[in-house]
Structure formats: C-alpha cells, structure tokens
T-cell receptor
C-alpha cells in the first residue's frame, strides 16, 4: 500500500513569508507526528495527533508554528513569518496503536 | 527524566567488519524500543523493534538488536557491514501504555564504511 507522502518535497521561501507543508498519512493510521531535522541533527519533535484527542503541541518552538489534522487524515503544518532558523527538513510520520512510526520522505524548507 | 543516549556520534568501520551501535535509555516503565536508519537524502526506515518476548530481535538488512533490561540498553549489531550500510542510525523508545505514544529519540550515530 501507499506510504506516508509529503508535499512539497522542497520549498524555498523568503524570510517573513508563510509556508504550508502537507502530510498524507497511511490510510487508517490514527496517529500522526511532525518532526524537524536540522542539518546534521537528530529529530526534534514538534506535534503529535492521536485520533480525536487534543494534539500534543509541546514541541512547537514558537507561536509561529501551528498544525491541523482534518478529518483524522491529512495534516498541514503552517509556519508563519518564516525565519532563517526555520530552514530544515520537516518530517511527518504516522502509526497505528502499536507505536511503529512510518515516515514520509520529508519536506526540505529553505528560508532565504 | 525520560531520555535516550547514543554515546557514539560517529563511527567508522571497514567493510566486512562487525558493527555494534550503542543505545541506552532512561524510562519509567518497560518501553517499546526501535532502531531506524536514515540514508543520505532519504526518510527514516524502520530497522527493527522490540515490544515483548524474545529480547534478541531480528531486523531488515541483516541487523539485530538485544534488549538488556538490567543495563537499560538496546544495542544494534551486524556481523558484517556492507558499504551500503553507511547512514545515520537512530534509537527511539516509547510507552507501552497510556494515550500519549510520543517516542523519545536519540541524537543518532553516523556510520561511515571504509572499502
């Protein structure tokens, strides 16, 4: 079956612009995660959606970052007023209850 | 506090040599344990996982890992490394119960393979 997909694969934007990153999880997966990976760094947790529960937003670095998950499926991560330090690869993962996370290929964001 | 430590930031081995990547965790309960691999420019791929049962688990690409509760470790091993194994390796732990299934991630170990 289809895996996790993310779009766009690459995004170049100017400082101060807003960007939206999309994640399509594996069909039927109840949990969805967003991570950020800066060059040469590990995974930085951003936000986690589980079913109909309130999302765990504890990893969002500032109020410029937000995410939503519509209909328990597709998710959009929005970064407002982008800054150069937001440049990174943004990874999405989804899972069923057994916790194995399946990752998408990521969106590489470059803020000029 | 819950944490995952991968003590080796970077490891270089020769092709054909054996490999062991270390992972130590601090967790309040018996965790789920994972190893993921990230090849250059690629997403993360699950290598193997431990949920319960046999503490020696087999994964893809000839990798295995052993859960040692007494040492709070989940080290990844491979008897003979191939050049294609050069990648970044991440260890992660998660809760067995409860509603929040967020994983705790190590910072990764970068593996280089010499011909």
């Amino acid at each position: 079956g289809a895996g996790v997909s993310q779009s766009p694969s690459n995004k170049v934007t100017e400082k101060g612009k807003d960007v939206e990153l999309r994640c399509d999880p594996i069909s039927g997966h109840t949990a969805l995660y967003w991570y950020r990976q800066s060059l040469g760094q590990g995974l930085e947790f951003l936000i986690y959606f589980q079913g109909n529960s309130a999302p765990d937003k504890s990893g969002l670095p500032s109020d410029r970052f937000s995410a939503e998950r519509t209909g328990g499926s597709v998710s959009t991560l929005t970064i407002q007023r982008t800054q150069q330090e937001d440049s990174a690869v943004y990874l999405c993962a989804s899972s069923l209850d057994e916790d194995t996370q399946y990752f998408g290929p990521g969106t590489r964001l470059t803020v000029l | 506090a819950q944490s995952v430590t991968q003590p080796d930031i970077h490891i270089t081995v020769s092709e054909g040599a054996s490999l062991e990547l270390r992972c130590n965790y601090s967790y309040g309960a018996t965790p789920y344990l994972f190893w993921y691999v990230q090849s250059p420019g690629q997403g993360l791929q699950l290598l193997l996982k431990y949920f319960s049962g046999d503490t020696l688990v087999q994964g893809i690409k000839g990798f295995e890992a052993e859960f040692k509760r007494s040492q709070s470790s989940f080290n990844l091993r491979k008897p003979s490394v191939h050049w294609s194994d050069a990648a970044e390796y991440f260890c992660a732990v998660g809760a067995r119960a409860g509603n929040n299934r967020k994983l705790i991630w190590g910072l990764g170990t970068s593996l280089a393979v010499n011909p």
